[in-house]
């Protein structure tokens, strides 16, 4: 079966600090990838996705991704948080392993940031 | 504002009773995912609806059911209740079953919270 690993289930960082987010998955054929994120209090939203293209893509408020194929990996960045990035942040995949009408996304349980201001 | 709407977004009962969560996707989006999320079990799957059928189903439990009806918002009726069912409940929907064009973007409702004392 399908999964998503997120390495980090807390990350506490003080602001200016990089954040890096780790996601692997389980499935080598295609794959769309995203992540969301969830403020406190507020419902999830997308960060960003990739579809297919130049591998790093870039989303809201400063985060990328890049994806490596080779590694199974869809890891999150941002070069300097902000205390107004603490959130939880879901990768999620969703693949060609199951056809047509039984694809369906696959979550990570999640990585819960803290930025210290 | 994503534009799916869920109704109600608090909601407190007791053990034993039954309470029905009502969600407005998107306009124009045929699928409606329903999701359970917990402190301790994270961001759980329920089950997917795609204009009007069941189209995928995760670990939602037998006291739940839930179903899409002719206008496509989705009710999630939770029986039974117990204490562990208190967490959010998020609706989110997509254009398409998960694979097409969306490629599996969702876009989430704010919950609605249910408290089970």
């Known amino acids: 079966a399908q999964s998503v690993s997120q390495h980090n289930h807390h990350v506490i960082l003080s602001e200016a600090a990089s954040l890096e987010l780790g996601c692997n998955y389980s499935?080598?054929?295609?794959?769309?990838l995203f992540w969301y994120v969830q403020y406190p209090g507020q419902h999830l939203q997308l960060l960003l996705k990739?579809?297919?293209?130049d591998p790093l893509v870039k989303g809201i408020k400063g985060f990328e991704a890049e994806f490596i194929k080779s590694k199974f990996s869809f890891n999150l960045r941002k070069p300097s948080v902000q205390w107004s990035d603490t959130a939880e942040y879901f990768c999620?995949?969703?693949?060609?392993?199951?056809?047509?009408?039984?694809?369906?996304?696959?979550w990570g349980l999640g990585t819960s940031l803290a930025v210290n201001p | 504002d994503s534009g799916v709407t869920q109704t109600p977004k608090h909601l407190i009962t007791a053990t034993g009773q039954r309470v029905t969560l009502r969600c407005s996707p998107r306009?124009?989006?045929?699928?409606v995912y329903w999701y359970q999320q917990s402190l301790d079990q994270g961001l759980q799957f329920l089950i997917q609806?795609?204009?009007?059928?069941?189209?995928a189903k995760g670990n939602i439990l037998e006291r739940f059911s839930a179903q899409q009806f002719p206008d496509l918002h989705s009710e999630l009726n939770l029986s039974s209740l117990e204490l562990g069912d208190s967490a959010l409940y998020f609706c989110?929907?997509?254009?398409?079953?998960?694979?097409?064009?969306?490629?599996?973007?969702?876009?989430f409702g704010e919950g609605s919270r249910l408290t089970v004392l």
């Open positions: 989110a929907s997509s254009v398409s079953t998960g694979g097409g064009a969306s490629g599996g973007e969702l876009f």
């Open positions: 306009s124009g989006d045929l699928s």
């Open positions: 609806y795609y204009n009007g059928e069941e189209r």
């Open positions: 499935y080598g054929g295609t794959v769309n």
């Open positions: 990739y579809f297919s293209g």
């Open positions: 999620a995949v969703i693949s060609d392993y199951n056809a047509g009408n039984n694809r369906k996304l696959i």
